[in-house]
T-cell receptor, first 114, second 118 residues
Framework: DVKVTQSSRYLVKRTGEKVFLECVQDMDHENMFWYRQDPGLGLRLIYF???????EKGDIPEGYSVSREKKERFSLILESASTNQTSMYLC?????????????FGQGTRLTVV | AQKITQTQPGMFVQEKEAVTLDCTYD???????LFWYKQPSSGEMIFLIYQGSYDEQNATEGRYSLNFQKARKSANLVISASQLGDSAMYFCAMREVGYGGATNKLIFGTGTLLAVQP
């Protein structure tokens, strides 16, 4: 059974804190993605990675950074959390090649910044 | 730049009727893929169906079919015989395909909330 696991389901942090959201997949997928989901805005791509130590900016990278030191783990970092980063964060992984491949998602982390 | 547009924020459908959820996309690439995902109130993302840009036949998976009109850049999801359990948020997504079929990017639309009425 394929699995993408996010380290926390709910997280509450203070403004200005450094926040780490962790995502681990057990499917040996090359591609991993971080999205934030907000009502009316859908899923917006923050960053993605197609290999260890490789990263690409998505559509809304400002205020975020990522780390991929191992193939199975992709971390999203909020260097100095702000209230406008309160959101649901979703991690996904996907095979890099293959035309008929789907993305698998974690359960999501609901982050509240106060 | 690539973009996915879902113009229906919410829809109602009667149980047992068919419903079409709209999705249009914008890309200058010749090779790409289109997905539909379902997100029930529990929050999990469930893969429904996939269509490749070179597929000549419309994709079908059980009660789900994808009405792919390449010239119009649309990839509408059709759900036949709606069930109460179909009530959920539905997202259209597109993957950018690079050299050798590699997925470079995966972007989503804003979603459509479907409510199935008994």
């Amino acid at each position: 059974d394929v699995k993408v696991t996010q380290s926390s389901r709910y997280l509450v942090k203070r403004t200005g804190e450094k926040v780490f959201l962790e995502c681990v997949q057990d499917m040996d997928h090359e591609n991993m993605f971080w999205y934030r989901q907000d009502p009316g805005l859908g899923l917006r791509l923050i960053y993605f990675s197609y290999d260890v130590k490789m990263k690409e900016k998505g559509d809304i990278p400002e205020g975020y950074s990522v780390s991929r030191e191992k193939k199975e783990r992709f971390s999203l970092i909020l260097e100095s959390a702000s209230t406008n980063q309160t959101s649901m964060y979703l991690c996904a992984s996907m095979l890099r090649t293959g035309f008929y491949t789907e993305a698998f998602f974690g359960q999501g982390t609901r982050l509240t910044v106060v | 730049a690539q973009k996915i547009t879902q113009t229906q924020p919410g829809m109602f459908v009667q149980e047992k009727e068919a419903v079409t959820l709209d999705c249009t996309y914008d890309t200058s690439d010749q090779s790409y893929g289109l997905f539909w995902y379902k997100q029930p109130s529990s929050g999990e993302m469930i893969f429904l169906i996939y269509q490749g840009s070179y597929d000549e036949q419309n994709a079908t998976e059980g009660r789900y079919s994808l009405n792919f009109q390449k010239a119009r850049k649309s990839a509408n999801l059709v759900i036949s015989a709606s069930q109460l359990g179909d009530s959920a948020m539905y997202f259209c997504a597109m993957r950018e395909v690079g050299y050798g079929g590699a997925t470079n990017k995966l972007i989503f639309g804003t979603g459509t909330l479907l409510a199935v009425q008994p």
